[in-house]
């Protein structure tokens, strides 16, 4: 399945007084790609929490290359790299959309737990969605 | 009862391109000053939460006058207006501590709504928050 | 000229506690239309501060009527209600797109500084931004 | 030179759905401690910005042990981990003040730019902040 990359513009109120977008902001534009990206395999992140399924974030790195400006258009290509059920790891790379070149890399970490915070098992608990991210993960090997 | 001022600094990342706090943080300070005047009050806002009263904000006003800069100190003066056990608005001024030069002035009013959204009253289910709260009443005229 | 509403999800980092979008957040939407209907008519936010044109938010109200939850599609319906030059003022509007509820209402002034805060004449120093704002002005009666 | 570890309360519009601070306000944190460890050993980085001194983040890890929730104290413990007069790389370890635990641990690493974004030595160009610097190098050997 051909994942669309996330896209939109950097907000006003991202920026900070280095007239660039705040270097924590592209740690949230990671979190709205991996949404999407969920989204379009068909795991809808909210009716996952709504069924008791969350979803936190277990580590995070971001690596800077070339900052975004106010109004800037972006886009970001994401990758699931690894997920067996209980973990999942995605890896990020954020674009100048016209030339390609890269703003921020990145990668995030995550685990599944229920509502009393407790680990469970994709495959057992959700089974259609252990199949549709096991579609979902990345060709490439894993590297990160 | 007298309350102390809440005050910090302004954070490198609460600014914007034009190099000033960006508006809206503003009415995040408020939030934080508000919370601090609950708990000089004997008024603990995240206990309150865990008993079920949640107090969304209804509504909210701020005037900007001078801005802040990163790293700059501000204090939040605060008074609260109107407190029927329905409902309550506080204003609030943001100052330049050294001069007591207005930054940004306003104001939020707010509900009380139990966890099912249902408003409630005040004097019935909590009769000691009531009562510290309508102590607590600027004597002022509400002007706002 | 006919706007086309400023319209996106609410994303998971703008939820707080309440599992609601946190009441600032609103006001960094309508940041976010009303530099898309600058774009629309034709006054691109960007270029503007380069050119020395910074456009100070003067105050900001907002009331909550409706919260909005992550994920949840909304739009941003925006009028340029007073204009003269000098100051402006816009009233917004956040809905739900598929019933039309209200969702937060406000509105924003603004006056134009350039690089040193000085006040100047939009008319006098952009006329082609001048005429283009004047024809933009919502011809219902200023209310906001 | 013994650093004050920074501390203060999660606030409330830093919380998310889960109840829990949001994963990038911590990083948001280790700014905020940065900041104050910079100045705790002489180093005012509002100044440093002044006088044309960035210090822009060239990456940034954070791994998230035990969440905070709305109005916990918190501490952060920071060590300078590396500096050589173009580069610096710093570890962080945000705690529970009453018991010591850990709820995040990460590091960034920074750069040294002028105002037209060119690398610069601090030892030639601020010899003073380069000492001080140099002095505050954690004694341990650099792991993060």
Known sequence: MKIIPYH???NYYETDQMSIVHHTNYIRYFEEA???FMRQIGCDC???EELGAIIPVV???ARYHKSLHFDEEFQVDIQLEKFNGARME??????FPQTGELAVTGHTSHCFV?????????KHRFPEIY???KSALSPRPATA
């Open 8 to 10: 939109r513009r950097a």
């Open 34 to 36: 991996r949404i999407d």
């Open 46 to 48: 909210r009716k996952l």
């Open 59 to 61: 580590d995070a790195y």
């Open 90 to 95: 995605f890896s990020y790379q954020i674009r």
């Open 114 to 122: 229920d509502e009393h915070q407790k680990p469970f098992s994709v």
């Open 131 to 133: 199949r549709r991210m």
